[in-house]
């Protein structure tokens, strides 16, 4: 059973940061892009940074140069280093991988639970 496991979320004034872990378990034989999304109220899940296994990152516009994506291959986690955070930043934040539990079989989605973003003005 693989479970994604996100932590790190908080409140925070503008202007300060925050960095969000995504820890995967279970079995695991590969895992390929992985990724974080963002829902405020009342609003669509968007995407708002993603990763390959080899490393090419890519940015919602809404982020880029305020946050940086990576992750830690060895111990299958993922982190979301949020600097300059805004109130527009508001939200619950998942995060997604594309995994392959085993050799045999293609490859699933999975998500994490979410974790709560909140940036005072």
């Known amino acids: 059973q693989v479970q994604l496991v996100e932590s790190g979320g908080g409140l925070v004034q503008a202007g300060g940061s925050l960095r969000l872990s995504c820890a995967v378990s279970?079995?695991?034989?590969?895992?390929?892009?992985m990724g974080w999304y963002r829902q405020a109220p009342g609003k669509q899940l968007d995407l708002v940074a993603a990763i390959t296994s080899g490393g090419s990152t890519n940015y919602a516009d809404s982020v880029k140069d305020r946050f940086t994506i990576y992750r830690d291959n060895a111990e299958n986690t993922m982190y979301l280093q949020m600097n300059s955070l805004k109130p527009e930043d508001t939200a619950i934040y998942y995060c997604?991988?594309?995994?392959?539990?085993?050799?045999?079989?293609?490859?699933?989605?999975?998500w994490g639970q979410g974790t709560q973003v909140t940036v005072s003005s």
């Open positions: 997604y991988a594309r995994i392959r539990p085993t050799r045999i079989g293609g490859p699933n989605d999975y």
């Open positions: 279970g079995s695991i034989f590969s895992i390929n892009v």
